[in-house]
């Protein structure tokens, strides 16, 4: 999946991964693509080809929720917050379900069964955005590739320090997100959707590792098939998110 690209930039090709530009590598138009759109099952055979090259994991295994996303669908609140501690520091994301209902529900189930708990925060470029999302286990990112949600109508704007899912086209949003760190009001009209905003220490943001820029972003495919093992060999260097909580939600 890839992320909005950049005004002026080219578009980032992945050969494995879904080539549509408007994953987070928004700010090109959705009509410039780097190569025409297809399925993303060379990511599954990367990952069944790959198992055996890394797991990107504690030897006990992922959650057994992970894997299966047909079961984590549970409506979240209205409103509700979630902390991110990060080998950076703290922050926190504020969800509003009125901004992207399909989005938050999908934030909600994701945050509320850790699935980003150990996962690298990938792709930081300054002054555009920080993305992240890949698990860190290659049978969790198997089992959630094809788990797509509808897109949501932009209700909110992609102003600094709003939070979206990233895609790979129409109605292809899974498991992917990232952060504004400037004003990227152009990732409206690609649909990209906010359903949050940073509340607290976008400082920390701000200081996410971004000595690599965009230059893990084409090794998705590896990153899927496996795992940390991959993003901790050759880009050492990258922040990672050791727990969420999430906070501040209605009471049943």
């Not at 922050?91 to 994701?110: M, Q």
């Not at 949050?196 to 000595?211: C, E, F, H, I, P």
């Amino acid at each position: 999946m890839l992320p909005p690209v950049r005004p002026k930039a080219k578009p980032v090709c992945a050969s494995a991964v879904t080539t549509a530009s408007r994953a987070i590598a928004a700010s090109l138009p959705r009509s410039l693509p780097c190569a025409p759109l297809r399925p993303a099952l060379p990511i599954l055979a990367l990952v069944v080809a790959l198992a055996g090259c890394g797991g990107g994991g504690s030897s006990s295994g992922p959650p057994k929720a992970l894997l299966t996303p047909g079961k984590l669908t549970k409506k979240a609140p209205q409103q509700f917050d979630v902390t991110f501690h990060t080998t950076a520091g703290d922050f926190t994301i504020g969800v509003h379900r009125t901004w992207a209902a399909h989005g938050a529900d999908r934030f909600y189930n994701l945050v509320r069964n850790h699935f980003y708990d150990g996962a690298k925060i990938f792709r930081v470029v300054p002054h555009f955005v920080a993305q992240f999302g890949i698990s860190r286990y290659p049978a969790v990112s198997e089992a959630w590739q094809n788990a797509t949600i509808p897109d949501d109508a932009v209700a909110a704007q992609n102003k600094r320090g709003a939070v979206s899912f990233a895609a790979a086209g129409p109605n292809t949003r899974t498991t992917q997100v990232f952060i504004d760190l400037a004003s990227n009001l152009q990732l409206d009209a690609d649909q990209f959707a906010p359903f949050g905003t940073v509340t607290a220490g976008m400082d920390v943001v701000d200081k996410l590792y971004s000595g690599y820029g965009d230059g893990p972003t084409s090794h998705q495919p590896e990153m899927f098939a496996q795992g940390n093992a991959y993003l901790e060999k050759n880009w050492p260097k990258l922040d990672t998110i050791l727990s969420t909580r999430v906070s501040n939600q209605p009471k049943p």
